[in-house]
């Protein structure tokens, strides 16, 4: 089995080319007929995208015609690569996706032209035609008049053409469906019917599109073209054989894969790849255009001068404004001249890019977005690995394919692995598996057998249980649990205690070495006849330690102990686990709650008078909350008092004033009124006295330096 470690991108190191892609290139000479590359090569990867290699021989400048699916066009665009050792690319080229009528803008006729003779010509009035047949003549089309005759039997009819043509004769007609051919003297007409034509077909082609690659160079030589595009993941799936012989597994790894690429592989070199690569969509096979803003013409406005009224002198107005006695002969004073034409209501809004209700344009350029990232999701990060299979593969379109990836025989052991959350008194029969290929493993399922030999020397196989194996790296191992294991039983008692050292009173404060220890028996019944190796998944939380058993003997998962215990046939053993979770802890003695207080002066790890001074606080702390819930059923009195005022309001209020029972409500709420008062002095005192033993806390363990 050929493995190799590289990247999925690997075989870009040998692009020697730069592809451009072009709609409408053309070469500098014609080249004969477009060559069809063979799919040579095809790379699956896990992480959606399929790598497709074709190769082909080529002699001089040549074009080559390669057929993609219409929905991977995109994708072809983003990646398509093209080697040529001995030559260069010129262009890629493949039909525009835009409509056939935006292809026709540039045409004297549009697409319903070509869907009959008759209507092209129709199209074409005015173009000069040579015309053979029945009647020759040369000239330009003039009309086209539709007629029906009767079949000779008298039974159908029959339509035809009359086209008429101004010749140098004067106008004369023929039958268009009598004529042997019909050319266009125009060979610009000639070609731009070459053209649409050439564009229909290639929008015919439906769900697909032919890329026409140019590659130029001198001789004989291979060219490859390749691509990437999305393709079905790949799976994985194992088998494990235990029972081949001591501390080994027989392993097979499988690839699962479809082909759905529309083309047969056959006879390829076939690669399928774990890992996780980026991959994504552009719509790069979409026409776009962008918006660009208008700007008005500008067009001088006509000029209109005003009518001359005459004139007089400057001198002659100054002397006749001097002689009073003649009047005044000065001209009346002139009038403004009359303000500038408004601009045009769009004109400044436009200068600004802006239409005229003053909204801003519609913004244009890419509307589409790649379509969101493809990428597959992974527990841990998984060394990227391809498989190479030796030998050709041939898979029809629409067919499946397992084909097999690793095939050897791996550390392996039958282990019973007991975890309580999945069952409290069982085990899990299970299989420890080591890596040790050289290469990452992708996860997958896996089906277990055991091999066994009879007496008389028969192997049978036998199936015993699935399991999942997540990404295997090289050098790792994974427990694969398959079955419950019922031929064993345990049992499990849980013990706490907390261990204080260090401890010291001083300054108002609490400090002290705190280890909590928690101590599991396990108490295991093996089985009745075979011995099992156990491995006990133990809870592991952060800060705690394994005190014991020894940890070297043991392995740690993110939330796990794993710890092994070997118990011999029909034996009963108790196993012990124990963690010890040490800190330091500084606690400010003012704030410790009763309970702990209380806990403190029994605990027998402080010295006596570190106990003492806890059941003096303690003390101390039953006078400050017994006050407190003094203060607490004063407040609540007086809150009653507040709804009974409350009440009393509302009955003053819907009663007539002056009466007998509105003086009785005034006099129930003047009684109310001093006992509200008298709750607040009560909490008043309180509030003082409880201010008071607390002072005399903080000075007693402010005090305090044991």
């Not at 525009?96 to 032209?113: M, Q, W, Y």
């Not at 913004?363 to 493809?374: E, L, N």
């Not at 992708?442 to 015993?464: E, H, W």
Request: proline residues 7%.
């Amino acid at each position: 089995m050929d493995i190799r470690i590289v990247g999925f991108g690997a075989a870009a190191l040998a692009l020697i080319a730069v592809v451009v892609i072009g709609l409408t290139a053309t070469g500098p000479r014609s080249l004969g007929p477009a060559t069809l590359p063979e799919l040579k090569r095809v790379m699956l990867s896990t992480g959606g995208v399929g790598y497709f290699e074709y190769q082909t021989q080529v002699s001089g400048d040549a074009q080559i015609a390669l057929p993609v699916r219409m929905d991977q066009v995109d994708d072809v665009l983003k990646s398509i690569v093209v080697f040529d050792d001995k030559g260069g690319t010129g262009f890629v080229q493949l039909p525009s996706r835009a409509p056939l009528s935006d292809i026709f803008r540039g045409l004297p006729f549009g697409p319903d032209a070509l869907n009959s003779n008759a209507a092209l010509v129709q199209a074409l009035k005015g173009s000069e035609v040579s015309v053979n047949g029945p009647a020759r003549l040369e000239g330009r089309i003039v009309s086209v008049v539709e007629e029906t005759e009767k079949t000779g039997d008298n039974n159908g009819q029959i339509t035809r053409h009359r086209v008429g043509v101004m010749t140098a004769d004067g106008l004369r007609q023929f039958v268009l469906e009598d004529a042997e051919n019909i050319s266009f003297s125009d060979p610009v007409l000639q070609g731009q019917i070459n053209q649409a034509l050439v564009s229909v077909a290639e929008h015919r082609e439906g769900q697909g599109r032919t890329l026409k690659i140019r590659t130029n160079g001198e001789g004989s030589r291979t060219v490859t073209i390749a691509y990437v595009v999305e393709a079905p993941l790949w799976k994985s799936s194992y088998r494990i054989a235990t029972g081949v012989g001591p501390g080994k597994a027989r392993m097979q790894g499988w690839a699962i894969l479809e082909n759905v690429s529309g083309t047969d592989w056959t006879d390829i070199d076939l690669t399928v790849v774990t890992g996780n690569p980026v991959t994504f969509r552009q719509a790069l096979y979409q026409t776009y255009y962008v918006s660009r803003p208008e700007i008005p013409v500008e067009v001088l406005g006509r000029i209109l001068p005003r009518p001359d009224e005459g004139a007089v002198a400057v001198d002659e107005v100054a002397s006749e404004q001097e002689h009073k006695a003649m009047g005044s002969l000065a001209s009346p004073a002139m009038a403004p001249p009359p303000p500038p034409p408004a601009p045009a209501p769009q004109s400044a809004a436009r200068l600004r890019g802006e239409r005229a209700d003053g909204n801003a344009p519609a913004s244009g350029g890419f509307a589409s977005r790649p379509a969101k990232p493809m990428a597959a999701e992974s527990k841990e990060a998984a060394t990227q690995v391809i498989f190479h299979l030796p030998n050709k593969v041939s898979v029809m379109n629409g067919q499946s394919l397992a084909v097999p990836i690793v095939g050897r025989n791996v550390p392996g052991e039958l282990v019973a692995l007991y975890q309580p959350e999945t069952h409290p008194t069982h085990p899990l029969a299970a299989v420890r598996l080591t890596n040790d290929s050289g290469t990452g493993l992708p996860p997958g399922v896996l089906t277990l057998y055991d091999v066994q030999t009879d007496d008389k020397k028969n192997q049978i196989t036998s199936y015993i249980g699935d399991a999942q194996l997540s990404t295997l790296p090289d050098g790792e191992a994974r427990v694969l649990a398959f079955a419950l294991d019922q031929k064993i039983t345990i049992d499990r008692e849980n013990k706490a205690e907390q261990t204080i050292a260090n401890a010291t009173l001083a300054g108002g404060v609490f400090k002290a070495s705190v280890v909590d220890e928690r101590t599991t028996v396990y108490t295991i019944k093996g089985a009745p006849k075979e011995d099992r190796k156990i491995v006990i998944e133990h809870p592991r939380e952060a800060g705690w330690n394994l005190i014991a058993p020894d940890p070297k003997t043991s392995e740690m998962t993110p939330d796990r102990w794993r710890i092994p215990v070997e118990v011999k046939a029909g034996q009963t053993v108790k196993f012990t686990v124990t963690a010890q979770w040490p800190r330091e802890e500084t606690q400010q003695l003012v704030d410790i709650d009763l309970d702990t207080v209380l806990a403190y002066a029994s605990n027998a790890k402080l010295t006596e008078a570190q106990r003492a001074a806890f059941t003096k606080m303690a003390e101390m702390k039953r006078t400050i909350d017994a006050i407190d819930s003094q203060i607490e059923t004063e407040g609540q009195a007086r809150d009653r008092v507040f709804e009974d005022q409350g009440r009393i309001r509302q009955n003053i209020q819907a009663v007539p004033a002056g009466s007998a029972l509105q003086q009785r409500y005034l006099r129930s709420m003047s009684d109310l009124e001093d006992q509200a008062d008298t709750h607040k002095k009560n909490i008043d005192r309180l509030d003082q006295q409880k201010a008071g033993e607390e002072k005399k806390l903080a000075d007693y363990v402010g005090g305090l330096n044991l």
